[in-house]
Protein backbone atom coordinates (compact mmCIF):
# COMPACT_ATOMS: atom_id res chain seq x y z
CA UNK A 1 0.00 0.00 0.00
CA UNK A 2 1.20 3.54 -1.09
CA UNK A 3 0.07 5.71 1.98
CA UNK A 4 -1.55 8.83 0.12
CA UNK A 5 -0.87 11.54 2.52
CA UNK A 6 -1.86 14.18 -0.18
CA UNK A 7 -5.75 12.23 -0.36
CA UNK A 8 -5.75 11.86 3.14
CA UNK A 9 -4.88 15.38 4.19
CA UNK A 10 -7.30 16.97 1.94
CA UNK A 11 -10.18 14.55 2.72
CA UNK A 12 -9.24 15.63 7.01
CA UNK A 13 -8.91 19.20 5.64
CA UNK A 14 -12.57 19.40 4.02
CA UNK A 15 -13.80 17.41 7.34
CA UNK A 16 -12.17 20.43 9.25
CA UNK A 17 -13.44 23.16 7.36
CA UNK A 18 -16.98 21.40 8.03
CA UNK A 19 -16.71 21.34 11.37
CA UNK A 20 -15.62 24.99 11.44
CA UNK A 21 -18.43 26.52 9.60
CA UNK A 22 -20.50 24.58 11.94
CA UNK A 23 -18.74 25.48 15.35
CA UNK A 24 -19.16 29.38 14.64
CA UNK A 25 -15.68 29.85 16.27
CA UNK A 26 -12.92 31.60 13.47
CA UNK A 27 -9.64 30.25 15.17
CA UNK A 28 -6.85 32.50 13.45
CA UNK A 29 -3.27 31.79 13.05
CA UNK A 30 -0.55 34.15 13.77
CA UNK A 31 2.89 33.09 12.05
CA UNK A 32 6.71 34.92 12.81
CA UNK A 33 8.99 34.22 10.20
CA UNK A 34 12.72 35.99 10.41
CA UNK A 35 15.07 36.39 7.44
CA UNK A 36 14.64 35.72 4.18
CA UNK A 37 14.98 31.85 3.73
CA UNK A 38 13.30 31.04 0.66
CA UNK A 39 12.49 27.58 1.79
CA UNK A 40 10.62 28.90 4.81
CA UNK A 41 8.91 32.01 3.21
CA UNK A 42 7.68 28.77 0.83
CA UNK A 43 6.70 26.58 4.52
CA UNK A 44 4.72 29.84 5.54
CA UNK A 45 2.62 30.86 2.51
CA UNK A 46 1.81 27.21 1.97
CA UNK A 47 0.75 27.48 6.09
CA UNK A 48 -1.64 30.32 5.03
CA UNK A 49 -3.22 28.85 2.15
CA UNK A 50 -3.98 25.97 4.32
CA UNK A 51 -5.75 28.07 6.27
CA UNK A 52 -7.64 29.97 3.69
CA UNK A 53 -8.86 26.68 2.40
CA UNK A 54 -10.81 25.54 6.33
CA UNK A 55 -12.22 28.80 6.87
CA UNK A 56 -9.46 29.79 9.38
CA UNK A 57 -7.91 33.67 9.59
CA UNK A 58 -4.35 33.81 9.41
CA UNK A 59 -1.52 36.90 9.68
CA UNK A 60 1.77 36.97 9.42
CA UNK A 61 4.43 38.81 11.01
CA UNK A 62 7.76 38.72 8.74
CA UNK A 63 11.20 39.98 10.49
CA UNK A 64 14.37 40.97 8.94
CA UNK A 65 17.82 38.79 8.75
CA UNK A 66 19.05 41.11 11.01
CA UNK A 67 16.49 40.62 14.10
CA UNK A 68 17.54 39.70 17.37
CA UNK A 69 15.84 38.01 19.99
CA UNK A 70 14.04 40.97 21.28
CA UNK A 71 12.53 41.94 18.37
CA UNK A 72 11.04 38.40 18.31
CA UNK A 73 10.37 37.88 21.71
CA UNK A 74 7.93 41.55 21.75
CA UNK A 75 6.16 39.98 18.47
CA UNK A 76 5.34 36.76 20.82
CA UNK A 77 4.27 38.96 23.55
CA UNK A 78 1.81 40.60 21.68
CA UNK A 79 0.41 37.75 20.23
CA UNK A 80 0.19 36.39 23.23
CA UNK A 81 -1.78 38.71 24.62
CA UNK A 82 -4.34 39.06 21.83
CA UNK A 83 -7.37 37.47 22.55
CA UNK A 84 -8.02 37.21 18.58
CA UNK A 85 -5.11 34.99 18.10
CA UNK A 86 -5.66 31.24 18.63
CA UNK A 87 -2.29 29.50 17.92
CA UNK A 88 1.00 30.53 16.92
CA UNK A 89 3.60 29.30 14.71
CA UNK A 90 7.27 30.16 14.35
CA UNK A 91 9.08 29.54 11.77
CA UNK A 92 12.01 27.78 12.35
CA UNK A 93 15.15 27.92 11.96
CA UNK A 94 15.57 31.32 13.38
CA UNK A 95 18.26 33.65 11.99
CA UNK A 96 21.75 32.87 13.76
CA UNK A 97 21.57 35.56 16.36
CA UNK A 98 18.09 34.46 17.53
CA UNK A 99 17.94 32.07 20.91
CA UNK A 100 15.44 29.60 19.76
CA UNK A 101 14.98 28.14 22.84
CA UNK A 102 13.74 31.49 24.54
CA UNK A 103 11.82 32.13 21.71
CA UNK A 104 9.99 28.65 21.94
CA UNK A 105 9.45 29.07 25.64
CA UNK A 106 8.06 32.19 25.32
CA UNK A 107 5.16 31.39 23.29
CA UNK A 108 1.85 30.74 25.13
CA UNK A 109 1.86 27.07 26.00
CA UNK A 110 -1.87 27.60 25.05
CA UNK A 111 -1.53 28.84 21.85
CA UNK A 112 1.88 26.76 21.07
CA UNK A 113 0.04 24.62 18.47
CA UNK A 114 3.54 23.16 16.86
CA UNK A 115 3.66 21.69 20.37
CA UNK A 116 6.89 22.79 21.13
CA UNK A 117 7.45 24.59 24.37
CA UNK A 118 8.69 22.05 27.24
CA UNK A 119 4.65 22.25 28.61
CA UNK A 120 3.76 20.62 25.88
CA UNK A 121 6.38 18.09 25.41
CA UNK A 122 6.10 17.39 28.79
CA UNK A 123 2.79 16.74 28.50
CA UNK A 124 3.37 14.55 25.37
CA UNK A 125 6.23 12.77 27.49
CA UNK A 126 3.77 11.95 30.15
CA UNK A 127 1.15 10.38 27.60
CA UNK A 128 -1.26 13.09 28.44
CA UNK A 129 -0.33 15.48 25.64
CA UNK A 130 -2.33 18.74 24.73
CA UNK A 131 -0.53 19.73 21.31
CA UNK A 132 1.41 17.34 19.63
CA UNK A 133 4.01 18.84 17.32
CA UNK A 134 2.41 18.45 13.84
CA UNK A 135 4.45 16.00 11.82
CA UNK A 136 4.35 13.33 14.27
CA UNK A 137 1.05 13.45 14.90
CA UNK A 138 0.40 13.80 11.41
CA UNK A 139 1.94 10.61 10.87
CA UNK A 140 -0.58 9.08 13.54
CA UNK A 141 -3.24 10.38 11.79
CA UNK A 142 -1.80 8.25 8.60
CA UNK A 143 -1.37 5.04 10.36
CA UNK A 144 -5.10 5.89 11.78
CA UNK A 145 -6.47 6.54 8.30
CA UNK A 146 -4.83 3.33 7.07
CA UNK A 147 -5.96 1.27 9.53
CA UNK A 148 -2.30 0.45 10.69
CA UNK A 149 -2.26 -0.91 14.55
CA UNK A 150 0.57 0.27 16.53
CA UNK A 151 -0.36 -1.47 20.12
CA UNK A 152 2.30 -4.39 20.73
CA UNK A 153 4.29 -3.53 17.45
CA UNK A 154 7.89 -2.78 17.19
CA UNK A 155 8.80 0.89 16.01
CA UNK A 156 12.20 2.22 15.22
CA UNK A 157 12.29 6.30 14.42
CA UNK A 158 15.67 7.02 13.22
CA UNK A 159 16.23 10.70 14.43
CA UNK A 160 15.83 12.47 17.66
CA UNK A 161 15.24 16.30 17.14
CA UNK A 162 12.80 18.28 19.05
CA UNK A 163 10.48 18.37 15.65
CA UNK A 164 10.18 14.79 14.49
CA UNK A 165 11.95 12.02 16.32
CA UNK A 166 11.16 12.58 20.05
CA UNK A 167 7.87 13.44 19.90
CA UNK A 168 7.34 10.43 17.73
CA UNK A 169 9.04 8.23 19.72
CA UNK A 170 6.48 9.44 22.65
CA UNK A 171 3.66 8.77 20.53
CA UNK A 172 4.30 5.64 19.36
CA UNK A 173 5.15 4.69 22.78
CA UNK A 174 1.88 6.22 24.18
CA UNK A 175 0.13 4.13 21.34
CA UNK A 176 1.79 0.92 22.85
CA UNK A 177 4.50 0.52 20.58
CA UNK A 178 7.81 -1.03 21.86
CA UNK A 179 10.13 2.02 20.46
CA UNK A 180 13.86 2.45 19.72
CA UNK A 181 15.25 5.82 19.01
CA UNK A 182 18.22 5.93 16.93
CA UNK A 183 20.91 8.66 15.97
CA UNK A 184 23.88 9.33 14.57
CA UNK A 185 25.96 7.65 17.15
CA UNK A 186 23.93 4.46 16.97
CA UNK A 187 25.98 1.26 16.39
CA UNK A 188 24.63 -1.23 13.78
CA UNK A 189 21.34 0.71 12.62
CA UNK A 190 20.69 -1.95 10.11
CA UNK A 191 20.01 -4.42 12.57
CA UNK A 192 17.76 -1.54 14.62
CA UNK A 193 15.93 -0.49 11.43
CA UNK A 194 15.62 -4.20 10.44
CA UNK A 195 14.21 -5.10 13.22
CA UNK A 196 11.05 -2.56 12.91
CA UNK A 197 7.22 -3.89 12.22
CA UNK A 198 7.10 0.59 11.89
CA UNK A 199 10.03 2.44 10.72
CA UNK A 200 10.21 6.14 10.99
CA UNK A 201 12.88 7.54 8.82
CA UNK A 202 13.23 11.21 9.85
CA UNK A 203 17.29 11.65 9.24
CA UNK A 204 17.41 13.85 6.49
CA UNK A 205 19.55 11.81 4.05
CA UNK A 206 18.73 10.82 0.69
CA UNK A 207 17.75 7.44 -0.35
CA UNK A 208 19.49 6.46 3.08
CA UNK A 209 17.51 3.50 4.08
CA UNK A 210 17.98 1.29 1.73
CA UNK A 211 15.83 -2.40 0.77
CA UNK A 212 17.78 -4.37 2.88
CA UNK A 213 17.38 -2.01 5.96
CA UNK A 214 13.84 -3.03 5.97
CA UNK A 215 11.86 -5.79 7.36
CA UNK A 216 9.83 -7.94 5.03
CA UNK A 217 5.81 -6.50 5.26
CA UNK A 218 7.16 -3.71 7.80
CA UNK A 219 4.76 -0.01 7.80
CA UNK A 220 7.72 2.61 6.37
CA UNK A 221 7.40 6.45 7.20
CA UNK A 222 9.55 8.43 5.54
CA UNK A 223 9.91 12.18 6.73
CA UNK A 224 12.57 13.10 4.90
CA UNK A 225 12.94 16.05 2.76
CA UNK A 226 15.87 16.13 0.84
CA UNK A 227 17.25 16.60 -2.75
CA UNK A 228 19.17 15.50 -6.02
CA UNK A 229 19.72 17.12 -8.68
CA UNK A 230 16.87 19.51 -7.52
CA UNK A 231 14.47 17.02 -7.44
CA UNK A 232 13.03 16.27 -3.97
CA UNK A 233 13.37 12.77 -2.44
CA UNK A 234 13.07 11.09 1.27
CA UNK A 235 15.33 8.78 3.45
CA UNK A 236 14.12 6.13 2.21
CA UNK A 237 15.07 4.30 -1.34
CA UNK A 238 11.68 4.36 -2.20
CA UNK A 239 11.50 2.19 -5.53
CA UNK A 240 13.37 -0.64 -4.04
CA UNK A 241 12.03 -0.42 -0.36
CA UNK A 242 8.27 -0.22 -1.99
CA UNK A 243 7.92 -3.98 -2.95
CA UNK A 244 9.29 -5.27 0.60
CA UNK A 245 7.38 -2.77 2.75
CA UNK A 246 3.53 -3.66 3.84
CA UNK A 247 3.28 0.25 3.42
CA UNK A 248 5.05 3.15 2.78
CA UNK A 249 4.76 7.37 2.52
CA UNK A 250 6.12 8.51 -0.92
CA UNK A 251 7.92 11.56 -1.03
CA UNK A 252 6.18 14.33 -1.75
CA UNK A 253 2.99 13.69 -1.39
CA UNK A 254 3.85 11.52 1.51
CA UNK A 255 4.13 12.68 5.37
CA UNK A 256 4.17 16.67 4.22
CA UNK A 257 0.86 17.28 3.32
CA UNK A 258 -0.59 15.97 6.52
CA UNK A 259 1.79 17.97 8.42
CA UNK A 260 0.34 21.04 7.33
CA UNK A 261 -3.26 19.52 8.17
CA UNK A 262 -2.52 19.29 11.36
CA UNK A 263 -1.34 22.46 11.90
CA UNK A 264 -4.83 23.40 10.98
CA UNK A 265 -6.26 20.71 13.16
CA UNK A 266 -4.32 22.12 16.22
CA UNK A 267 -5.13 25.52 15.73
CA UNK A 268 -9.15 24.73 15.77
CA UNK A 269 -8.57 22.93 19.12
CA UNK A 270 -6.82 25.88 20.59
CA UNK A 271 -9.58 27.55 19.37
CA UNK A 272 -11.36 25.61 21.20
CA UNK A 273 -9.36 25.55 24.16
CA UNK A 274 -9.18 29.45 23.95
CA UNK A 275 -13.75 28.91 24.87
CA UNK A 276 -13.40 27.20 27.64
CA UNK A 277 -11.18 27.01 31.05
CA UNK A 278 -8.68 24.69 30.09
CA UNK A 279 -6.02 26.55 31.94
CA UNK A 280 -1.92 25.48 30.19
N1 LIG B 1 7.67 16.38 5.67
C1 LIG B 1 7.61 17.18 6.73
O1 LIG B 1 6.58 17.72 7.07
C2 LIG B 1 8.85 17.41 7.54
C3 LIG B 1 8.77 18.08 8.77
C4 LIG B 1 9.93 18.23 9.52
C5 LIG B 1 11.13 17.74 9.02
N2 LIG B 1 11.16 17.15 7.80
C6 LIG B 1 12.41 16.57 7.27
O2 LIG B 1 12.75 15.45 8.06
C7 LIG B 1 14.16 15.33 8.15
C8 LIG B 1 14.55 15.36 9.62
O3 LIG B 1 14.17 16.61 10.17
P1 LIG B 1 14.67 17.05 11.60
O4 LIG B 1 14.24 18.44 11.81
O5 LIG B 1 14.28 16.03 12.59
O6 LIG B 1 16.27 17.01 11.33
P2 LIG B 1 17.51 17.14 12.31
O7 LIG B 1 17.20 18.04 13.45
O8 LIG B 1 18.66 17.42 11.42
O9 LIG B 1 17.67 15.67 12.90
C9 LIG B 1 18.16 14.62 12.14
C10 LIG B 1 18.33 13.42 13.04
O10 LIG B 1 18.82 12.34 12.25
C11 LIG B 1 19.91 11.74 12.91
N3 LIG B 1 20.87 11.23 11.95
C12 LIG B 1 21.61 11.94 11.07
N4 LIG B 1 22.41 11.13 10.40
C13 LIG B 1 22.19 9.88 10.86
C14 LIG B 1 22.73 8.61 10.57
N5 LIG B 1 23.70 8.44 9.66
N6 LIG B 1 22.28 7.54 11.25
C15 LIG B 1 21.32 7.68 12.18
N7 LIG B 1 20.75 8.87 12.50
C16 LIG B 1 21.20 9.95 11.84
C17 LIG B 1 20.55 12.85 13.74
O11 LIG B 1 21.25 12.28 14.81
P3 LIG B 1 22.05 13.17 15.93
O12 LIG B 1 20.97 13.68 16.85
O13 LIG B 1 22.94 12.20 16.57
O14 LIG B 1 22.75 14.26 15.19
C18 LIG B 1 19.32 13.65 14.18
O15 LIG B 1 18.80 13.15 15.37
C19 LIG B 1 14.72 16.49 7.31
O16 LIG B 1 14.95 16.02 5.99
C20 LIG B 1 13.60 17.49 7.32
O17 LIG B 1 13.64 18.34 6.20
C21 LIG B 1 10.04 16.96 7.06
Redesign the pocket.
Known sequence: MIIDGKKISEKRLELLREEIDESGLYPRLATVIAGDDPASKMYVRMKHQACEKVHIGSIGISLPPDAGTSDVLEEIKKLNNDPDISGILVQLPLPAGVDTMKVIEAVSPAKDVDGFHPYNIGRLMSGHPVYAPC?PKGIMTLLEECNISIEGKKAVV????I???RPMAALLLNADATVTI?????KN?AAETSSADILVS????AR?ITADMVKDNAVVID????YIDGKLCG?VDFENVRDKAAAITPVPGG??PM?IATLMENTYLAAKFSLCSIVL
Open positions: TVGRSEVGCHSRTLAAGKFVGTNDVGT
